[in-house]
């Protein structure tokens, strides 16, 4: 059985930072694809970031230069550091693994 726990999010101020962490259990990260998707109220589910072996990434454009998706293979932990972040960011954050698995969400509010 396949569960992803997502942890690290939070209220941060326009410009802070926060790290998001996705472990799992029941699927090695590090054979598939893993995404960070967000959903902010009233809007539909988005990619934000994308991982592949061997480890490449790709980004949604409003993410570009501030995001950072990596994953450690020793901890079956996927991870996306946040810079910058703008209140627009404002959104319940998941993980997915393989393209089927869901984790169940962490909220992360930037506000003054």
């Known amino acids: 059985q396949v569960q992803l726990w997502e942890s690290g999010g939070g209220l941060v101020q326009p410009g802070g930072s926060l790290r998001l962490s996705c472990e799992a259990s029941g699927i090695i990260f590090s054979r598939y694809i893993a995404d960070w998707y967000r959903q902010a109220p009233g809007k539909q589910r988005e990619l934000v970031a994308s991982i592949s072996d061997p480890g490449n990434t790709k980004y949604a454009d409003s993410v570009k230069g501030r995001f950072t998706i990596s994953r450690d293979n020793a901890k079956n932990t996927l991870y996306l550091q946040m810079n910058g972040l703008k209140p627009e960011d404002t959104a319940i954050y998941y993980c997915?693994?393989?393209?089927?698995?869901w984790g169940q969400g962490t909220q992360v509010t930037v506000s003054t």
């Open positions: 997915r693994a393989a393209q089927a698995w």
